[in-house]
T-cell receptor, first 112, second 113 residues
């Protein structure tokens, strides 16, 4: 099956700085890569996703890049704000299997 | 539009007791997932349904866990008997079709004492 690794496990940045979270996956058949944000005690919520036919996707302060050759994808948050503090999970889904494999999460702390 | 609804939100039981969790997915979503999330880790799939059929239950500990999705809508996940190591958050999610966004419920936090 697929194996998703996520780094770093914790990340602390100053408000206004950028944050980057990286994930690698093992199965080249994976074609859908969502990112979820989970605030303490709340449900994971999708913040951005990317498909394997696209190399980059941006939504305001959030962007995701995908390198299919290297099998890694990254989440970029610019101009971080305290409300960005949460745990972020990457995931990979295998084509036609409809099954999500999650990374172990990155706890982001944005210091005001 | 209502999201994925789970109940109860919290459950504390003694080991060896049974427990059940309930999930109502988003209307029209054919795919339903049950995930377990241990503290500080990402969700791990327990079982996936396509309509009423369990198409992936390879991660479900079948000696004590069972699940059902009658009529392809609501689903229940049961543990009997519960063990201390079952303490976790149990998340239900649903999606419209394959490889599209999975919407998560609030989860049920289970504590086995």
């Amino acid at each position: 099956g697929e194996n998703v690794e996520q780094h770093p496990s914790t990340l602390s940045v100053q408000e206004g700085d950028s944050a980057v979270i990286k994930c690698t996956y093992s199965d080249s058949a994976s074609n859908y890569f969502p990112w979820y944000k989970q605030e303490l005690g709340k449900r994971p919520q999708l913040i951005i996703d990317i498909r394997s036919n696209v190399g980059e996707k941006k939504d305001q302060r959030i962007a995701v890049t995908l390198n299919k050759t290297a099998k890694h994808f990254s989440l970029h948050i610019t101009e971080t704000q305290p409300e960005d503090s949460a745990v972020y999970f990457c995931a990979a889904a295998l084509y036609n299997f409809n099954k999500f494999y999650f990374g172990s999460g990155t706890k982001l702390n944005v210091k005001p | 539009e209502a999201g994925v609804v789970q109940s109860p939100r919290y459950k504390i039981i003694e080991k060896k007791q049974p427990v059940a969790f309930w999930c109502n997915p988003i209307s029209g979503h054919n795919t339903l997932y049950w995930y377990r999330q241990n503290l500080g880790q990402g969700p791990e799939l327990l079982i996936r349904y396509e309509n009423e059929e369990a198409v992936d239950d390879s991660q479900l500990p079948k000696d004590r866990f069972s699940a059902e999705r009658l009529k392809g809508v609501d689903s229940t996940l049961k543990i009997q008997p519960a063990e201390l190591g079952d303490s976790a958050v149990y998340l239900c999610a649903s999606s419209l079709r394959q490889n599209t966004e999975a919407f998560f419920g609030q989860g049920t936090r289970l504590t086995v004492v």
